[in-house]
């Protein structure tokens, strides 16, 4: 360990000539092939966001990292083994995120939110780190959709949450069930935990090595280990709910009611511990709801609960919290198995082709006014040939084309190339914007008449 505030010597970076830099293990590209998937899923979010009244935040990728080991818990997996903790070159010890809830918790309090009316409701897209062991729907840089609403203890509230996970993954055509479980308060846990060690204790020899750990760290992880010995006595193991306190049992009582009111379908599942430490009362976790093939450890798609204690372990005043997050690569991952295509993308309005330097300049100056007038004009202005150019055109699916070639050039005109039927009309340069606009005008009269909506997506 440096001490802190001793700058870290520059680490020698020799390039190695003609060797070609890869990818790190564990991160992924997101390639323009992939984000009509991904603008699907932000484009969610971000709708039923807006539907359930959240602000957008986005806190830093680095934070401090003891921030992580006091919220997510010194004993849990993700600060053991799965952090992307060092020192900066100021001596600081500092982390990148391997999660969302503990930073907005931090921001909630550096920029007052605590002062402002109640309850602060805010969500996230943003890109996660956990140095765990990459496989399919497991990766070391991964991007999660969370939600947050601080200042608000009633229950109808962790019923809204689990609500907005399901309506997202419901709307986006994936089917899941919510697994929910309350890991009650303060007093709960303390008796809880003696039940535990109760039961676990004398079954000691046929935990797995990294459970009989777990029992004296943190005994409520046994029951979400997933070593087959160790699943068959988490099976039999006390439950939780048995061992709720009154107002702990009172609360987990009203927020199933509100499910069942909001239609929301769930099943009780004592085994929803949840990873981090900072969870009271309900814990959740959103699974696939049948089974298309997808590998199982896929199916957890995204999970929350409350953290009624976090903020005050922050030094704030009490205020109860809830929030959830979804993994959005395993949400793709299950839009791509269920064969749910995105919408493709907006096609342009008109493509502008040219032949020669001077027509090139000309055809510049349209492009600009044309888009000034929110035309959506596209052109390829380095190609020279117009055949190149016309197919750029049907590759981008411009319904119609401008050439303007030499002889429009001396002649004042332009043409107008209708790309599906090839007709081609010849029309005064000076009215050229004034053509595109009406005929731009009827491609969207026409889709109003189809979709009841002038700026639909235009499908292929
Ligand atoms: P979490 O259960 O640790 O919760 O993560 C939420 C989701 O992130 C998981 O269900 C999974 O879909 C995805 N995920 C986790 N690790 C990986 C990985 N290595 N690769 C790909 N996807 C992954 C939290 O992070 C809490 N902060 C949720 C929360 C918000 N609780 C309250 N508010």
Redesign the pocket.
């Known amino acids: 360990m440096l001490p802190k505030k001793t700058p870290v010597p520059e680490a020698p970076f020799v390039p190695k000539k003609g060797k070609t830099p890869m990818l790190v293990r564990g991160m992924k590209d997101i390639l323009p092939v992939d984000w009509p998937w991904w603008n699907l899923v932000f484009d969610k979010v971000i709708s039923v966001a807006r539907e359930f009244g959240f602000e957008r935040i986005e806190t830093p990728v680095v934070e401090e990292n003891a921030m992580f080991v006091r919220s997510v818990g010194k004993d849990s997996d993700i600060v053991e083994k799965e952090m992307f903790a060092f020192t900066d070159r100021g001596g600081d010890a500092v982390a990148l995120r391997p999660?969302?809830?503990a930073g907005v918790v931090r921001a909630y309090l550096e920029h007052g939110m605590m002062a402002m009316p109640q309850p602060i409701k805010l969500f996230y897209i943003s890109p996660m780190f956990?140095y765990?062991r990459p496989q399919s729907?497991?990766?070391r840089q991964?991007w999660?959709f969370?939600f947050?609403i601080l200042g608000d203890g009633h229950p109808v509230v962790d019923a809204e949450v689990i609500a907005i996970g399901a309506t997202i993954y419901q709307e986006l055509g994936i089917p899941v069930r919510v697994q929910v479980n309350s890991v009650g308060d303060a007093a709960s846990r303390t008796a809880y935990l003696k039940v535990l060690l109760e039961y676990f204790k004398p079954r000691r020899t046929r935990l797995c090595e990294e459970c009989k750990k777990r029992l004296i760290k943190n005994p409520m992880r046994i029951l979400d280990c997933k070593e087959p010995d160790c699943q068959l006595l988490a099976q039999d193991a006390p439950p939780f709910l048995d061992h709720l306190s009154e107002p702990a049992k009172e609360h987990f009582v009203k927020v199933l009611e509100h499910l069942d009111d909001m239609d929301v379908p769930y099943d009780l599942n004592p085994r929803i511990v949840?990873?981090?430490d900072y969870y009271t009362h309900t814990a959740f976790?959103y699974t696939v709801a049948d089974d298309i093939g997808v590998e199982k450890q896929q199916s957890?798609?995204?999970?929350?609960?409350r953290?009624d204690g976090l903020v005050e372990l922050f030094g704030g005043r009490p205020t109860p919290a809830i929030?959830?997050?979804?993994?959005i690569?395993?949400t793709i991952m299950q839009l791509k198995a269920r064969g749910i295509q995105p919408p493709a993308p907006l096609r342009p309005d008109v493509f502008i082709a040219q032949l020669g330097d001077a027509a090139r300049k000309k055809s510049i100056k349209l492009f600009r006014e044309l888009r000034s007038l929110g035309i959506r004009a596209a052109a390829t202005f380095s190609k020279t040939s117009i055949k190149a150019q016309l197919e750029s055109a049907n590759r981008l699916r411009a319904p119609f084309t401008l050439i303007l070639g030499q002889k429009e050039l001396v002649d004042g005109t332009i043409l107008i190339r209708d790309m599906e039927s090839g007709i081609q009309e010849v029309v005064d340069f000076g009215k050229a914007v004034g053509e595109v606009k009406k005929r731009v005008q009827k491609t969207n009269g026409e889709k109003q008449l189809v979709n009841g909506d002038v700026v639909a997506d235009i499908q292929e």
């Open positions: 999660e969302g809830t956990r765990d729907g497991r990766y991964f999660q969370g947050e949840r990873g981090l976790e957890a798609l995204g999970g929350g609960g953290y929030g959830f997050a979804g993994g690569e395993r």
